[in-house]
């Protein structure tokens, strides 16, 4: 493996092994996702559109990321451990990445449990809603990240991280409803795709700016 | 090395560093002293590339993969063990032999029976041990220490003065108690 693979590696392996050990951030997750979709269930009038019901769960998806994100560098906040991070010699845009890779399992873990609960309180799902969540997965954890570094920064994280983190993902949501309703989803897929490699590389690239003053 | 040359920092409004002329040669070991607020804290993270002045000329020659900082916060994760902390960080600093540099570490401060035990179980000295043993795991060649006897007992202060006593390093300490480590200083800057 080389360098940046393996700090990567160690640094997502670090993320997953904390949240085993503290198990602060997925059950959140899970009983927020499960909860929302329980209550949309309820709240949405019968023989509601496809478009209507599969728009709700993209709020559910968006919401669930941003209870995740609230909490991606907390472990790093509470004794410092982001200095030390950004000491060590690795490329800093291993932190970036270890990290947005431990966002992105705790989301598909969230939405392991909320496609099937979608599924038996909604309609059944297409694969295409299911293509278009794995890619909508990376861009909201790219850039879900990278704005959870620069909030924790502040001490107006709580406000700032969803004041910056919602605007960015609306083409998320628009792409992804588009994908789950449309007849030819395939653009709105690419749209997703095109959206995840901008997001990605331009993550990417500035996190080392995020992380120094 | 370090160099600086009117080195200033301000937060806001408030000047915590200014106009600061240092040189630190090779090999040198100086104290930092001053009252709290006097920018002690704030020299030693400019230095280590933390921060960035607002004026002047900051010159560190050791590349950051070579530096060992000890802050006011032990810069470890809580949930992970002592030897866990250890590990990470000799990943990241490409250490060869990582396990058996980190178990060195632990007996040489003290800590190698609680080496499985999280960090969030420490006392505020064994952390401070913690931290000391993350701070030179990499054989660093500039030390850059706030107030590294904070929170030790006798003994553990004792194992710290024989550490920097031993090494050969380039450091920059900033303490309340410069006569601790008088006989190893090489020159003393008080920051009013």
Same mark, same amino acid.
């Given at each position: 493996m080389s360098g940046y693979a393996a700090d990567v590696a160690a640094l997502a392996r670090k993320d997953l092994l904390l949240e085993l050990r503290s198990r602060d951030t997925l059950p959140a997750m899970l009983l927020f996702v499960v909860s929302a979709l329980t209550v949309f269930r309820f709240a949405l009038p019968a023989g509601s559109s496809a478009r209507a019901e599969t728009g709700l769960l993209w709020i559910a998806i968006v919401f669930t990321a941003l209870l995740g994100l609230g909490r991606a560098f907390a472990a790093e906040r509470e004794e410092g451990a982001l200095d030390g991070l950004v000491l060590a010699?690795?490329?800093?845009?291993a932190i970036w990445l270890g990290k947005t890779i431990g966002v992105t399992a705790f989301l598909v873990l969230a939405e392991l449990v909320a496609l099937p609960a979608f599924a038996l309180f909604f309609h059944p799902l297409s694969w295409e809603l299911v293509v278009a969540v794995a890619l909508a997965d990376v861009g909201i954890a790219a850039i879900g990240t990278l704005l959870a570094a620069l909030a924790a920064a502040s001490r107006a994280r709580e406000l700032l991280l969803p004041l910056m983190f919602l605007p960015l993902v609306v083409p998320v949501v628009i792409g992804g409803v588009g994908a789950s309703v449309?007849?030819?989803p395939a653009s709105f897929l690419g749209f997703l795709g095109l959206y995840d490699a901008v997001f990605v590389i331009l993550c990417w690239a500035s996190f080392e700016y995020v992380v120094t003053e | 090395m370090i160099r600086a040359q009117s080195l200033s920092k301000r937060f806001g409004d408030k000047r915590? /560093?200014? +106009?600061l002329d240092l040189a630190v040669p090779r090999g040198g070991f100086v104290l930092v002293t001053g009252p709290n607020g006097s920018g002690k804290t704030t020299l030693l993270r400019l230095c280590a590339g933390l921060a960035a002045p607002t004026d002047g000329e900051l010159e560190v020659d050791t590349p950051r993969g070579a530096i060992g900082f000890l802050g006011h916060? =032990? /810069? /470890?994760? !809580?949930?992970?063990t002592a030897l866990e902390n250890l590990d990470l960080y000799g990943r990241l600093y490409r250490l060869p032999e990582r396990r058996e540099r980190s178990g060195a570490m632990l007996e040489r401060f003290g800590l190698w029976r609680a !080496?499985?035990? !999280?960090? +969030?179980?420490?006392s505020r000295g064994m952390m401070q041990r913690l931290a000391l043993c993350r701070t030179f795991l990499h054989e660093p060649d500039l030390l850059l220490l @706030?107030? =590294?006897?904070? +929170? /030790? @007992?006798a003994e553990g202060a004792e194992l710290l003065h024989a550490e920097l006593v031993e090494r050969t390093a380039t450091a920059l300490v900033a303490t309340h108690d410069p006569e601790a480590l008088a006989r190893r200083a090489t020159a003393r800057i008080a920051l009013a």
């Open positions: 010699p690795c490329d800093r845009s449309a007849v030819n | 915590v /560093l200014d +106009g916060e =032990p /810069l /470890l994760y !809580r949930e992970l !080496r499985n035990e !999280r960090a +969030g179980t420490f @706030d107030e =590294p006897f904070d +929170g /030790l @007992d």
